[in-house]
C-alpha cells in the first residue's frame, strides 16, 4: 500500500510518500480502506520529535489517529461488522491506504455524512466528551470554564458541559468572540484581556485546552474542591493549589462517546469546521499549512484501488 512514511524527526519534510507493507487484521480486528485521515496537533509533535519521551514513533513509522472509510475485511472472530461498511475510528497509524482497528472501537458513519469529513471526528470530539464527563465529571448547575473554545475540543467540551446542565463559560482570544457566539456557551469571555479574567466568577472546573499564562490565571479562580484538567500540561504553579484537583487527561478511543458526537454532528448540534483538505501524498504540506497558523481540520484524502 501507499502510506505517508517517517523515517527519522524533523519537519514536513520527512513526511515521505511511499511504499509500506499492508497491515493484516488480527484477531478481534476489521482492516479499512481508509477513504480520509486528519491531522492532530499531537501528529505534529510526534513527527517533529517533541512528544518523542510520552510517544515515540518506531521508524519506519506511520502517523495518525483518526480515520473514514470502508471495511474491506473482519478478522474470523469478529461479529456485527462486514466488508463494505462505512467507519470512522479513533486508531493508529491512518495516513495510510489501510489500516487495521479494533473493532471495539468502531464507530458506523451517520447517514447522510461525507465519508471524507468523517476523519474529522474521533480524536476532538472523544476528547472534549471524555475531558468534562469523565475527567471532570461536571455536573448540573456547575459553573466550567473552557479554555480554546472555538477549537475542535474545545467546540465538542462546551457542547458536551451543555448536555450535561452545566453553566458553560467559553474562553477564546479577542478576534475570535464574534465567532464564538455561536458555540451554545452561556458566557463568552476573551482569553487575552487580564481585566475580563478578574471578573470571572469562581469555578467549579476548568477544561484547560490553551495551557501556557492562560492556565496560570485561571487556576486560582478555581473553588476549593474544584477540578483543573488540562489536555496540554498543567500550569507550573498547581502544587501551591492542593485545595484544587489539578491534572493532565488523555483521551482514548471510546466507541460510545464517537457515536454520541457524530450523531450530534450529523444533526447540526455540533459543528467541527473543516478548513482544508489535502491529498494523501501532500501531507508534508498539510503539516506546513498548520503550522503557518491554518485552524480548523485539516484532511488527508485517501485514494486506493
Known amino acids: 500500500m501507499k502510506a505517508i512514511v517517517v523515517h527519522q524527526y524533523g519537519g514536513p519534510e520527512v513526511l515521505k510518500f511511499e511504499d509500506f507493507p499492508d497491515p493484516a487484521a488480527k484477531p478481534a480486528q476489521v482492516l479499512v480502506r ?4 486528519n491531522v492532530n496537533p499531537i501528529d505534529i509533535k510526534r513527527r517533529s520529535g517533541a512528544a518523542r519521551e510520552f510517544s515515540p514513533i ?31 475510528a479513533y486508531a493508529n497509524q491512518t495516513y495510510a491506504e489501510f489500516c487495521a482497528v479494533a473493532a471495539s472501537t468502531l464507530v458506523r458513519i451517520p447517514a447522510g455524512m461525507d465519508v471524507a469529513d468523517a476523519a474529522a471526528l474521533p480524536v476532538v470530539t472523544t476528547t472534549g466528551f471524555q475531558i468534562v464527563s469523565e475527567g471532570i465529571a461536571i455536573k448540573a448547575g456547575q459553573t466550567i470554564l473552557v479554555t480554546g473554545a472555538i477549537g475542535s475540543v474545545g467546540r465538542s ?31 463568552v469571555v476573551p482569553a487575552d484581556d487580564d481585566a475580563a479574567l478578574a471578573k470571572l466568577p469562581p469555578l467549579d472546573a476548568v477544561a484547560d485546552l490553551v495551557g501556557g499564562t492562560l ?29 484544587v484537583k489539578s491534572f493532565m487527561f488523555g483521551a482514548r478511543p471510546d466507541a460510545a462517546a464517537l457515536d454520541h458526537m457524530g450523531q450530534a454532528v450529523a444533526q447540526g448540534k455540533l459543528k467541527i469546521p473543516i478548513s482544508r483538505k489535502f491529498p494523501l501524498k501532500e501531507a508534508a504540506a498539510a503539516h506546513a499549512a498548520i503550522e503557518s ?13
Open 34 to 37: 481508509v477513504a480520509a485521515a
Open 58 to 88: 518506531q521508524f519506519p513509522g506511520i502517523l495518525g489517529a483518526d480515520l473514514a472509510g470502508t471495511i474491506a475485511s473482519v478478522a474470523a472472530d469478529v461479529q456485527g461488522w462486514k466488508p463494505g461498511d462505512l467507519v470512522m
Open 157 to 187: 467540551a462546551v457542547f458536551t458541559a451543555k448536555q450535561r446542565g452545566a453553566r458553560v463559560i467559553a474562553a477564546v482570544r479577542k478576534k475570535h468572540l464574534d465567532a464564538a457566539a455561536s458555540l451554545g456557551a452561556d458566557l
Open 215 to 243: 492556565a496560570e490565571m485561571l487556576l486560582p479562580r478555581v473553588k476549593t474542591g474544584g477540578v483543573f484538567a488540562s489536555a496540554v500540561g498543567l500550569p507550573a504553579s498547581a502544587g501551591k493549589f492542593p485545595s
Open 293 to 305: 497558523g491554518l485552524g480548523g481540520k485539516v484532511l488527508l484524502l485517501v485514494k486506493t484501488a
